[in-house]
């Protein structure tokens, strides 16, 4: 099971790339989210939808409600280009922490510390 | 068990999430969107409709709140906490507590007039008061060290004592730090530049005095200002009069003829001391001053103990001490063969005794050089005080408690918009609270305006600042917290009890403990009321009937000249020159003169020498009975000559009882081994307060006209007698002014220059009783305001007694119940509780008045009368405000009240 602390850390990442793929609503979100992580980042479900209102607050995405044929409804979110930018900026840190990481635990790379 | 419904636990569980104040419809819809996708998912898997709801709402929905809270800090950032999970702090409601406070305040303007009034007259006299006793208490602490200075006493209460003892004592004792003796107060003529003044309150004074008691020297140098003879310091005041501002230091007055230095200027004393002093003279260096004897008694001795010294240890001491220095002066002069024979013939057990300084002005007021106080009067005070404290908050209380019960629609409004009890508590507590302290301003302000006219009452004087005092202030705000809190509280904690649907429909019934509670108070402030009347009525029948007693003695009309003194030489002149006038009937000269101190003297039967007492004396002319309108009952008044009758005594009936003997003829009495003869009895006069029986008195011959040595001659005797040697009384016929002129233009003839210092002997009579006056005034005006308190009360509580009751009475009207019926109804209910009130305040009041009676040797007759009308006052007042009040609710139409609802 992942970190609380990264669980909060990366969530708004993960919804703004799922999100870059398609319009979601927030139980396929989560869904999502569980594949693709083999179900080591969980989530409290109810929690996911401050975070979306929030992240809509802040007009990195919108909502739209659909109603479907068996007459259920449903509240699909999508990025905006704000999202999109956003996005691009997370996308920079995540792989640059990501990157120092992965050098560190390269056998055989040795630190020069002075 | 009823079968699963997946659509009906849904709807359930959407229902516990609208209660929650953070969602809005549209969460509620995601969510439960959300809900039913995972659901579908379990279904998918196999799983029974129910357990697929409940893992659902298990795995992906928390508690209602948790989610409410979440989706609120969503949309708010920055605030910490959702509405609903901060606590509900007192002081952030107290702005919107205090505006309906102030708003109901308002709407009930009579009923908080009322209430603030009552309670605020109640504590201005409270404050009044207690300034009064903080005063009276505080007399001599604020001299340096007061703890440790100790004022002599000859045995247990005799207030001179000997020039030696305060020398020989500094002498004997290390744990004595210093000694200073005080001599007056005395009154004197100074004369500055050809100017003469009269003045009072002079004291002669040791060197040592400012090492005792602390004064400021605004001039001259301390320690040098009492060293030589015929020195003077003045205060402040005094120094501003003669001199006006300019140095008063080392200039030259003239003090009784005698040219004195003035050596330096000290501020006035405060009014907080018993010593009152104006001028401060030092003694003559004279044997007697300087070495002393243990013969005389002519002074207050003071003593500072050094640190630490408990005066019990230095007091047994003292009789050997006595034994040692005094023993054989005492023998010599009061004939006797050895001390011990002295010690068994006087019993003078207790030889001196140290009075500690600070209780001078309430313990020994004779001490204090008639700074008037008495601390029977501050716990008679205290009480007061606190009475009328308690009838204006049981007042407060009961008004408060009373107007509550008007109020239980509110609180069932209140409860269904969502008031918890805690809040309406503390509603209710700020409401009072805020008219406590209304109260408090009005007291405040009460008391500033009535600050003077109760410091003549109370012969004090007090000052704003006294008033403002913080600790006073902090103790009256606490005092009003408290009062605010508990009259708020029954109602607070009562009331918010009530379920609102009960309150709405007005089914509650507010009877049982609170009227009984109510009642109760009621009945306690009748009885401290009627108390409080009965013992006015007692201490004024009282006062009245000592003016009014005759005395024996005519006092109207007598005027006596203090300073008599003076014409020392030109006596025979003035009293040839005043008996001119048709106005004045008779002059006479005495050693003494009746209602002033006089000196008593053990006499003894010849006889029996065992059998002694001490009689008062006088020393009087040959006018003194016309005078005084003395009558003569048995034997002869003297016949005028002074070889003759030196040596004989008239006495009085007392006199004549202790002896018992029926006749005076070959009556004697002995003393210090003399024998004179009884040549007289006159019939008993007051010559002392009515507090005191008649004592024996003896009346000795002597006539300073004819025989200007009788001061040396009989002087001895007389020692302790402050007052000039002799004085004159005057009796005056006719037009008082024509009479006083007369007298005056005498005195300016014979003593030019001389101011006249006269009094009437009956004002001197009426003075004796000036603090049993004040102390009267006083009562009678705390009663006054108790019983206007209660009354207020009275009449606020009939008004709330009768809104409760306007159906009832509307009803019983409309049944055929006449008016009259009515009111006797009403009437009959407070009659009852003015009954009980009397039931327990006449048997306390009859017992406190009895017990304050005794101290007077002559007194009124406790008739029942006294006890029974306060009661019956009472009843009437309270007669009168209820039935005007129920005749108005009678008289008008019961279809007014009934068809309002």
């Known amino acids: ?114 | 068990m009823s079968e699963f419904n997946l659509e009906q636990s849904i709807q359930e569980w959407k229902r516990t999430l609208w209660k929650q104040q953070g969602l809005e419809p549209g969460h509620i819809e995601e969510l439960e969107s959300h809900l039913r996708d995972k659901i579908d998912d379990y279904l998918e898997q196999g799983l029974s409709s129910e357990k697929a709801f409940n893992q659902a709402k298990e795995r992906s929905m928390p508690e209602p709140e948790l989610i409410a809270t979440d989706f609120f800090n969503a949309r708010h950032k920055g605030r910490k906490k959702p509405p609903w999970q901060r606590k509900a702090s007192i002081s952030s409601r107290m702005p919107m507590n205090i505006k309906v406070a102030v708003r109901f305040m308002f709407k009930q303007k009579l009923h908080s007039l009322i209430n603030i009034l009552g309670l605020g007259v109640g504590l201005s006299a409270c404050l009044l008061i207690v300034l009064y006793i903080s005063n009276e208490l505080s007399y001599d602490k604020f001299y340096k060290d007061a703890d440790r200075i100790y004022r002599f006493a000859n045995g247990e209460s005799g207030q001179s004592t000997s020039p030696r003892l305060g020398i020989q004592a500094k002498l004997d004792f290390p744990e004595i730090e210093e000694i200073a003796r005080v001599k007056g107060p005395t009154e004197n003529t100074l004369k500055v530049d050809n100017v003469k003044f009269r003045e009072t309150d002079g004291f002669g004074v040791d060197s040592t005095f400012h090492k005792l008691f602390s004064v400021d020297f605004l001039e001259g140098n301390p320690d040098k200002a009492w060293t030589e003879p015929n020195a003077i310091v003045l205060t402040k005041s005094l120094a501003d009069k003669y001199f006006q501002g300019s140095e008063a230091y080392g200039k030259l007055i003239h003090v009784n003829g005698v040219p004195t230095k003035v050596t330096g200027v000290i501020t006035d004393p405060p009014q907080n001391t018993h010593l009152q002093y104006r001028y401060l003279l030092s003694f003559a260096h004279t044997t007697d001053v300087t070495t002393g004897n243990w013969i005389e008694k002519w002074y207050a001795t003071y003593a500072k103990l050094v640190r630490g010294v408990e005066p019990e240890v230095l007091e047994q001491k003292f009789p050997e001490f006595k034994r040692k220095h005094a023993g054989s002066q005492l023998i010599n002069w009061l004939g006797y063969d050895s001390y011990d024979e002295l010690l068994a013939a006087r019993n003078t057990a207790p030889t001196y005794t140290l009075k500690p300084m600070t209780d001078l002005h309430l313990y020994y007021p004779v001490f204090a050089f008639g700074s008037g106080g008495s601390i029977d009067n501050v716990y008679t005070f205290s009480l007061v005080a606190f009475f009328i404290l308690l009838i204006a908050c049981i007042n407060f209380m009961n008004l408060c408690t009373a107007r509550s019960a008007l109020r239980l629609k509110e609180v069932g409004i209140r409860k269904v918009l969502g008031s918890v009890r805690k809040q309406l508590i503390v509603q209710f507590l700020t409401e009072t609270v805020l008219l406590s302290l209304f109260a408090m301003i009005i007291s405040l302000l009460l008391a500033t305006l009535a600050l003077d006219s109760f410091g003549n009452l109370a012969n004090r004087q007090f000052t704003i600042q006294d008033l403002f005092a913080p600790e006073l202030l902090l103790s009256l705000l606490g005092l009003m917290l408290v009062v605010g809190l508990l009259a708020g509280a029954y109602p607070a904690i009562f009331m918010s009890r009530f379920k609102p649907v009960k309150a709405l429909k007005g089914e509650l019934k507010v009877k049982g403990s609170n009227t009984f509670l109510r009642k109760g108070l009621v009945v306690f402030q009748f009885g401290i009321s009627i108390f409080l009347i009965i013992s006015t009525v007692v201490v004024f029948s009282q006062l009245n009937f000592m003016r009014s007693k005759s005395l024996g003695i005519h006092t109207e009309q007598v005027v006596t000249i203090k300073n008599a003194a003076v014409l020392n030489g030109k006596l025979r002149a003035f009293k040839e020159l005043a008996k001119r006038s048709p106005n004045v009937v008779s002059l006479s000269y005495s050693f003494g003169q009746p209602f002033k101190r006089l000196a008593k003297s053990g006499f003894n039967m010849v006889d029996e020498a065992d059998k002694k007492t001490n009689f008062t004396m006088l020393n009087v002319d040959e006018d003194f009975w016309a005078t005084y309108d003395i009558r003569l009952k048995d034997g002869r008044l003297f016949s005028y000559d002074l070889d003759a009758d030196w040596a004989n005594l008239i006495i009085n009936e007392a006199g004549q009882r202790w002896m018992g003997i029926e006749s005076v003829a070959g009556a004697k009495l002995g003393q210090n081994n003399n024998n004179y003869n009884v040549v007289g009895v006159v019939e008993d006069f007051h010559f002392e307060s009515l507090k005191q029986d008649i004592g024996p008195l003896v009346i000795r011959y002597s006539d300073p006209v004819r025989d200007t040595t009788v001061a040396k001659r009989w002087g001895k005797s007389y020692l302790g007698a402050f007052d000039a040697l002799y004085s004159a009384s005057i009796r005056i016929t006719g037009d008082y002014g024509d009479a006083l002129d007369h007298i005056r233009e005498c005195w300016s003839e014979v003593a030019p220059g001389e101011p006249l210092n006269y009094a009437f002997v009956d004002e001197i009579f009426n003075r004796l009783y000036d603090e049993d006056r004040r102390f009267g005034q006083i009562f009678t005006v705390s009663s006054a305001l108790a019983v206007a308190i209660s009354c207020l009360g009275l009449f606020a509580l009939t008004a709330f007694t009768l809104d409760r009751r306007l159906k009832e009475l509307a009803v019983r009207k409309v049944l055929g119940a006449s008016v009259i019926k009515l009111i006797r109804l009403i009437l009959l209910e407070f009659t009852k509780l003015v009954t009980m009130g009397a039931l327990i305040s006449i048997p306390v009041g009859y017992w406190v008045m009895q017990e304050w009676l005794s101290g007077f040797a002559y007194r009124i007759n406790f008739s029942p009368l006294l006890l029974i009308i306060p009661g019956l006052v009472v009843l009437i007042i309270t007669w009168s405000m209820v039935g005007f009040q129920s005749a108005k609710v009678a008289l008008s139409n019961p279809v007014n009240v009934l068809r309002s609802e």
């Open chain 1, 1 to 114: 099971m992942a970190y609380k602390t990264l669980v909060a850390a990366s969530t708004k990442p993960l919804v703004l790339s799922i999100l870059s793929h398609g319009k979601c609503y927030g139980y396929q979100i989560i869904k999502h989210v569980q594949e693709l992580t083999n179900g080591e980042l969980q989530w409290t479900d109810a929690m996911l939808y401050p975070v979306l209102h929030r992240m809509e607050g802040d007009a990195l995405v919108q909502s739209e409600w659909v109603i479907l044929e068996n007459g259920r409804k449903r509240k699909y979110y999508s990025i905006t280009d704000k999202g999109k930018a956003e996005r691009e900026d997370t996308k920079k840190q995540w792989i640059n922490v990501n990157r120092a990481l992965q050098l560190l635990w390269k056998s055989g790379n040795e630190l020069q510390l002075g």
